[in-house]
């Protein structure tokens, strides 16, 4: 089945304590996105890479790293996480080059800063 | 930069009557535009895109490029259309996509 999945899909951690937040894609896309959705902010794009070893900042990436060794793993890396970063994350990885793509999401992650 | 704007955080309508979600967007060039939506506790998935001109349960968008806007409509809502929907905006660069900006999400509600 063609799927995104991400781990974990629930985390409570404490502020300051480094964490990573994977994402894996069986559909051979070249593009993958991270994503956190906030209460009356919608959705805001944290990275995104165009295929391996490239990424760039998409319009919040302040506090986040990512990398993209493989085609299939995007993950996601608070170094020193803060309450502000409370919120619930998607990742989602399309073909690259199509006139008109699809994102395909994965189900989330939420994550607790205390 | 661009921009979508969903004016609407909440909208609710009586099942049967017609539902238009709007969307605007500002960008100078020639964007494709999506609707994506967000089932109860279910991962978000695209609806529809205009460069398909297509129907998906019963919902339309035309993109109205002298207005700026890509508003959704369904003639008859269903109470299985309770969801959260965003618009989302595209640029294209070199044949492939830099990612996605969504406006801020309107949740609609179907009263029975």
């Known amino acids: 089945e063609a799927q995104v999945t991400q781990n974990p899909r629930y985390l409570i951690t404490v502020t300051g304590k480094k964490l990573t937040v994977t994402c894996s894609q069986n559909?051979?896309?070249?593009?993958m996105s991270w994503y956190r959705q906030d209460p009356g902010l919608g959705l805001r794009q944290i990275y995104y890479s165009m295929n391996v070893e490239v990424t760039d900042k998409g319009d919040v990436p302040e506090g986040y790293k990512v990398s993209r060794k493989e085609k299939r793993n995007f993950p996601l890396i608070l170094e020193s996480p803060s309450p502000n970063q409370t919120s619930l994350y998607f990742c989602?990885?399309?073909?690259?080059?199509?006139?008109?793509?699809?994102?395909?999401f994965g189900p989330g992650t939420r994550l607790t800063v205390t | 930069a661009q921009r979508v704007t969903q004016p609407e955080k909440l909208l609710s309508v009586f099942k049967g009557a017609p539902v238009e979600l709007k969307c605007n967007y500002s960008y100078s060039g020639s964007p494709e535009l999506f609707w994506y939506v967000q089932y109860s506790r279910q991962r978000l998935q695209l609806l529809l895109r205009h460069i398909s001109r297509e129907s998906i349960k019963g919902f339309t968008a035309d993109l109205n490029k002298g207005e700026t806007s890509f508003h959704l409509k369904k003639p008859f809502a269903q109470e299985e259309d309770s969801a959260m929907y965003y618009c989302a905006l595209t640029l294209r660069t070199g044949g492939g996509a830099d990612g996605l900006t969504f406006g801020k999400g309107t949740h609609l509600i179907i009263q029975p």
């Open positions: 989602a990885s399309s073909r690259k080059g199509q006139a008109s793509y699809e994102q395909y």
């Open positions: 559909m051979n896309h070249e593009y």
